[in-house]
Structures are given as structure tokens and as C-alpha cells.
């Protein structure tokens, strides 16, 4: 989610001071003992529907500083003031009163394997992924499984001042980091869903990685996307340090297991003078999730940012993950590959805003729509004045296939500096005929080469993925292929 | 080679192809054997393309009747990709592009689907690279996505190259030899003869006498509004073709 067609800017243009560290004070013992350890001993489940007191509430069991609660309020305030948005997908059928926004679970709650839907179990089991992981994945396993991943990791890179675990823990441990940074990039009243997680966010990543450090592996946080627990409203925080290079992947690699039906996270990048971060997400949810997120950057003098976003599944999506060029020289770099299905509505696109001279940005897009499936790019270019030498590049292309399925180019450009540079260029074809043909005459199946058309559609994207991901996502993508044809 | 079984053969039996309800071709029957080369020519729009792609299963040209086997298998009743597993090939007249798909690659799982020999990367990659040196294109092709940027002359060498390593008892080459220059022609040539003496049937659709030079047809046939005219064996309707054009032939004027 983005306030897309709104083109002004987000209090990103400066960074806030250091505040000192708050204390947790002002929290009683009492309250404390149902802060995050015990998730065993203390089930929590918001009742429906979203008040001042649930967040309250929500707060006081996390063991929140005030601070964070006044965040929270604040974002309640706006999400109950602000309108759906009035373009892109029909969002009329979320019933805000239905949800739970909040759910803590614990051995007693939890279900057990049987319980998983078969379909579920049986794309875990296509996808090979080992029995404990299974568990996890189908919210199954118990929540601190998550931490354990961070923790295994976090030892490797402790040492040089990284930080790389969940939002919670990073609140309590580096809560001045947080304060810095929370809501800087994406204020809570950007829109009605960054307004909302800003209210009931609960877990998400932390990485912090200090000025001048670079870490050659990929910080990954495999399955934390549980959307039985935790995986609702994440709230990820990416700061890169001056001149510092890192590279977060995000996924999930089998469709998330969710019981309700509404994903809002929000995700701020930082990206200091000098800096590289790559973020990567190749995600697959469920059909009947709606998948509203926000996703920005701030890309300060000579950093670079990058998103890379895979989206299968969902009911819905609409995320256009964006950068906002601050200092000179800042370069952005998007590259989305969607694929919607049946009954599905894929709006995803990317945004860049130029606010600094020589800065450049590029975005490939490809969409994929299949069946009654329906994909958009919607994307924004913004020059600001005095942006001289700004330079941007945005490419997308559509893949259709059938006569039912639909794709939507919406591109957006808002140039206020003559000195710059900017190009479009689209494509929309659908899986001929003649290719079809060609392939199968060649010996190939229908489904085959449809297959591979299609995968070679996304192979500019697929090439820039870590070799695990661009095996899932081919894998995926063959999942969503089966029957296509015939 | 020619005194090969029945039912070994490529056998055409007054085959009829609709095009949107207009028949395009009109009851045309051929047999090519193992090891022959047969030649169709004719003038542009009489149906050779149109008999092409229905024999190898193209949607648009499915409304059919007669027979087309190989053997005793039926190929009308089967699918493209089902006809390729029964030994049948076509070089096509404008092969499509399917960017993102390397052509190694491709041929790879095609050359599994035909059920061919499995052959080790490292083999596989000699082989490709020898094929492709043969049609005079470079190693690095066989990165190259299939067919995308290629120019007209580098996709018939490429189908060439295809059609070696995709080892068909029959193929039907059409236009094989348009958009080459000589010493690609005589490429071409070269690769489709070692095929053709190691056992492959060939039907060559071309307009021009040059191709057959290189590659010595067993039979000639002219075809004229969707039927074959003439038939006649060795070269002897080729050159008066190419002396006196397709009325020459036909001794009349010919339609489409």
C-alpha cells in the first residue's frame, strides 16, 4: 500500500534526533510478566475488532515504552479517520470488525498437523520442505522458533555491531535505534493500512548494521511470516549504517497458512550516505488474504537501494515499494514480478522520487495474469525541482494468458526539473499461439511450454535472486501453472 | 534404403486442410521413405505452408480430413507435441521467440521429452556447440535466448541445428534455405544430408532450384491450388521450373 497518487512527500526529508533511550520505567512488574517471553504460560487473543483499549492493551502485554503507545494511538486515530483508497482493488469487503488484531499463541492454542488443510500439507510436501519446518510454516511450531533462527545468526555477525533479530526484541533491547528511525520514513498517516499497523504492528525484522560494515551473506529471515501469530502486521526495520552493504531476504516458500484474511505490514528502509541495501521478498499467500503492504526507502548521498518483490497468491495485493532519492547521487533499483491467478488481483508497481540531483533509478516490472486473473503496474516518477541530471528508467511488461485475463498499466510521471531524464517503455503480450505451438511441435507438453514461457518471461528477474529463491520461485510459478492449459 | 517397410514410411493420403472454412488444400497424397528426400514446390499461396502445418498440428489448421501416419500411428489424431514424439519434425517458415529461454536449455528437456538419449551436461554442451559451428553460428548461441534478435538467416541455421539434435524419422523443412547466403546454404544442405543418409525422410518446401543442388531430391512435386500437379523423380522438374517458371511446369497457368 501507498498513498500513491498523492505525489507529495513523507516526512522523510530529515531524520529526527537521537532521543535517549527509554527506560521501562514506567511499566509495573505486574505487566511486565506478560511481556514476550512467557508466550507458554500467557495466551493472549485480542477480542474483535480494533479499539483504543485493545491497542492499549496490545501495548501493555509487549511491555511497551510510552512512547511507542502514543505511536500506536496516533496510527489508530488515523486509520479510523482516513477512507479506504478509491483506487485500484475494490477493498469494500474487509470487515475491520471481524478481525482480531492481535493473537499470542501458545502450546494450548495452537493446532496441531492434523489440523492444517490438506491442500496446505500437500503444497509442503511438492516443495519438499522438511517435516519441523512444515510445522513451523503452518503456524504449527511454537513462536520462538523465530528467534532461534535470529539468534543463530546473530552470533555470526554480533561482533561487528550488527543487529539482526524481531521488532519486539529490538524495542526492548535497542530502543533508542527504533525511536530514531520508527515511522520516519512511512509516517502513520501515510495511509489507512500503514496507519493501521502502526497501531497493532507486532513482530516483523530488525537489521542494523553499523557505518562502514559489510555482510556478504544474505541476512535472511526464512519463515517468519506466520500469520497465525505474528505475521498479521509486521513491522521491518532496514537501516544501513554509513557505507555499509547489506541484503535482507524475506520469504515465505510455501503459501502462508493464515486464518484471517488481511496482511498489512509495513517495511522502512534506511539507507545512510554510501550505503547498499538490498532487500528481497518472494512472497505466497494464501487465497484469501488480503495483502496490503508498505514498503519505502530513503536513500541518502551515493547510497543504493534495492527492492526485489516476488508476489504470488493472495485475494489481493497492492504494494508498490518505493525510494525516495534524498542526497546526490542516490540510486534505486526495483525489480517485481507478479503473477495473478484465478479470482485474483495482483496491483503492485514501484515509485521513485528524485528530490536530490544525479540521482537515478530504474524499475523492471513483470506481471503475469492467468484465468480470471488480473495484474496492474502502477508506478510513480517523481523529479523534483532542482533534481538536476536525475535520470529514470522504468520498464514493464505483461504476460496474459487466456482470454479472460486482464493487465493494467498505470504510469505515473511527475517531472519538475527540465534537466532530467526519463524513460518508459512497456510491453504487454499474450502467450501466443505461435509460441505454443512452436514448443510443442518441438516435443514439449502444452503445460510445458507454457511453463517455460513463462519462465522465461521472469528469468530477468529470477537471475537476480539468491539461487534458493529462484528455485522456489520457479517452483512456485510452476505450481500456479498446473492445469493452465488443456 | 528404399526398399524400407511400409509402414516405416511417411504416407500423406488425400489429405484436405480448411482454413476458416476454405479449403487450402485439396486431397493431396505423398509417401516419402526413410532416407528420401521428396521436394514440394509451387507458387506462394497454394497451400504448402497450410500442408505443413496441419501435418504437424497446428491449431489453426486442424480442420482436416484424410490420413497423415507414420507407420501404422495416425497423426491427425494426435497432438503437436505427441506427432514430435512419433518421429515428426518441422522447420518452420518464421519460428517464434520465446525470450528468457535459453536454447541450450530448451533443447535439453526437448531432447528429453522426444525420449533421446540423456546425455551428460558436458556432452550435451560438445554436442551443441559442435551443431551450432556446423550452421556456421557461434558457441555462444546456445545461451541464447531461443530465438530472440535472431536474424532471418540465423533462424534457419538454428532450425537446422535444432533438427539435428532432435534426431525426427521425417521432417518437413519449410523455406529452409530463405535468407541464406551460399556458404550457409551449403551448410544447410550439408547438415540435412547427413541426417537424410543416416535415415531421416525429408519433404523440402522451397521456392528456388539452388537448395536442391546441394541436396539431390528423390522426387519433385508441384503443387498448384492445394494439389500436387506434377510429380516427377530426380531433378528434371526443378530445372525446368527454374527455366520456365511454374507454367512451364504445369502447362498451364497456375492457381493459387
Redesign the interface.
Known sequence: MDNLPNTGRPGAGTLPDTAPPPGLGDESRDEYRYGFHDPEEYVYRAPRGLTKEIVEEISRRKGEPAWMLEKRLEGLRLFQRKPLPRWGADLSDIDFDRIHYYIKPSEGEERSWDDVPANIKKTFDRLGIPEAEKKWLAGVGAQYESETVYHNLKREWVEKGVVFTDMDTALRERPEIVKQFFGTIIPAGDNKFAALNTAVWSGGSFVYVPAGVTVDIPLQAYFRINARDMGQFERTMIIGGPGATLHYVEGCTAPTYSSDSLHAAVVEVIALPGSRVRYTTIQNWSHNVYNLVTKRAAAYEGATVEWVDGNLGSKVTMKYPSVYLLGRGAHAEVLSVAMANDGQYIDAGAKAVHAAPDTTSSVVSKSISKGTGRAGYRGLVQVEEGATGAKAAVRCDALIMGEKARSDTYPYMDVREEESNIEHEATVSRV????L??????????E??AL??V??????IVKELPMEYAVELNRLIEMEMEGSVG | MKNTPTEKNLVLDNLYVRVEGKRIVRGVSLTVRPGEIHALMGPNGTGKSSLALAL?????YDDVEGSARIGDTELLDL???E???AGL??A?QA???????PMAD?LR??RR??GLEDLSGMKFNRRMKSELGLMGLDGAFAGR??NEGFSGGEKKRAEVV?LRL?EPKFAVLDEIDSGLDIDALVAVARGIGELVAAGTGVLVITHYRRLLDHLPPDMVHIMSGGEIVRSSPGMELANTLEAGGYEAVVGREVTA
Open positions: 501466443g499461439e505461435e509460441q505451438f512452436y514448443l510443442t511441435s518441438r516435443g514439449l507438453s502444452e510445458e511450454a517455460m514461457i519462465n522465461g518471461f521472469i528469468e530477468p | 504437424m498440428g497446428h491449431p489453426r497432438n503437436p507435441d506427432r514430435a514424439r519434425f518441422l518452420m519460428p517464434a521467440e520465446i525470450p528468457g529461454v530448451f528437456t526437448a521429452e522426444l535466448y531461443l535444432q532432435l
